[in-house]
Antibody, heavy 123, light 109 residues
Framework: QVHLVESGGGVVQPGRSLRLSCAAS????????MHWVRQAPGKGLEWVAV????????HYADPVKGRFIISRDNSKNTLYLQMHSLRAEDTGVYYC????????????????WGQGTTVTVSS | DIQMTQSPSSVSATVGDTVTITCRAS??????LAWYQQKPGKAPTLLIY?????RGGVPSRSRFSGTGSGTDFTLTINSLQPEDSATYYC?????????FGGGTKVEIK
């Protein structure tokens, strides 16, 4: 059974860093692109970043470019999101989701989602 | 960035009704359009990708269908059921940064 479990969320002061993890199981993790998507309280979905299945390329949303880094360890079936210089507007639930299979693209939507981990940026 | 505009922002309908949600892109996205359903407190689920392809696992003869290309897309829910009460989002998958519509909340009268 395909399963994604996010962890690493919490309360953090503005300007600090946090690293989220997404543990994958039940599928061939190394063959799938992976996304991070976030949702501020009471708001809609916002795409954050994607990494190709082989880690060869990443793309970011403008609000996080230069502050967040998406990475993956295919030997550990784990996706990461390193977040630096956190701001209040980064507060929300962060979801990881599977992307395209075995291609360097992000055309086919986000298929399987984790349950999310909550990040609160507050002093 | 490509802006995705959904309408209506909310709709209230009766069980058995047909509900239509539209999504307009500010630029041509071809057929690279996905639809998601999100229930309160839950993660979104993918319903449709490629504008009209039902995700595997969505029931065949599904109540859900998607149409459109270019800049104008539609999600139709036929024979609305109580379990369809949720917020629906479109997302363009053509160009980075990927972008979502603002969502359409579907309520059951």
């Amino acid at each position: 059974q395909v399963h994604l479990v996010e962890s690493g969320g919490g309360v953090v002061q503005p300007g600090r860093s946090l690293r989220l993890s997404c543990a994958a199981s039940g599928f061939t993790f190394r063959s799938y692109g992976m996304h991070w998507v976030r949702q501020a309280p009471g708001k809609g979905l916002e795409w954050v970043a994607v990494i190709w299945f082989d880690g060869s390329n990443q793309h970011y949303a403008d609000p996080v470019k230069g502050r967040f880094i998406i990475s993956r360890d295919n030997s550990k079936n784990t996706l990461y999101l390193q977040m630096h210089s956190l701001r209040a507007e980064d507060t929300g639930v962060y979801y990881c989701a599977t992307g395209d299979y075995d291609v360097r693209s992000a055309n086919y939507g986000m298929d399987v989602w984790g349950q999310g981990t909550t990040v609160t940026v507050s002093s | 960035d490509i802006q995705m505009t959904q309408s209506p922002s909310s709709v209230s309908a009766t069980v058995g009704d047909t509900v239509t949600i539209t999504c307009r892109a500010s630029q041509d996205v071809g057929y690279w359009l996905a639809w998601y359903q999100q229930k309160p407190g839950k993660a979104p689920t993918l319903l449709i990708y490629g504008a009209s392809t039902l995700r595997g696992g969505v029931p065949s003869r599904s109540r859900f269908s998607g149409t459109g290309s270019g800049t104008d897309f539609t999600l139709t829910i036929n024979s609305l059921q109580p379990e369809d009460s949720a917020t629906y989002y479109c997302q363009q998958a053509n160009t980075f940064p990927l972008t979502f519509g603002g969502g359409t909340k579907v309520e059951i009268k």
